[in-house]
């Protein structure tokens, strides 16, 4: 199983990000997926996750603010971030079965 994270860069605070995460080896339609982000001296925690079957959970923090969605036919996982903040500045991780991706990093500049 692999996961390949894409679509992060530098935005200004109240941009907006999507990221991708394509997963291979392994169908999104029967195991969940799950978005995680670590910022420097942090630890990493979990931000959000999609289900197999399209239900979807979300960190407080990010709560009204980013939307996990998922197209099966391309086997990727989105994380549509809005309205981001400095705070969000992190690595950003997808997580499925285990396996994870290489991160892309989010940056949000004040």
């Known amino acids: 199983v692999q996961l390949q994270a894409s679509g992060g860069g530098l935005v200004q605070a109240g941009g907006s990000l999507r990221l991708a995460c394509v997963v291979s080896g392994s169908l999104i339609s029967r195991f969940a997926v799950y978005w995680y982000r670590q910022a420097p001296g942090n630890e990493r925690e979990w931000v959000a996750s999609i289900t197999g079957g399209g239900s979807t959970n979300y960190a407080d923090p990010v709560k009204g603010r980013f939307t996990i969605s998922k197209d099966n036919a391309k086997n990727t996982v989105y994380l549509q971030m809005n309205s981001l903040k400095p705070e969000d500045t992190a690595v950003y991780y997808c997580?499925?079965?285990?396996?994870w991706g290489q991160g892309t990093q989010v940056t949000v500049s004040s």
């Open positions: 997580d499925s079965r285990g396996f």
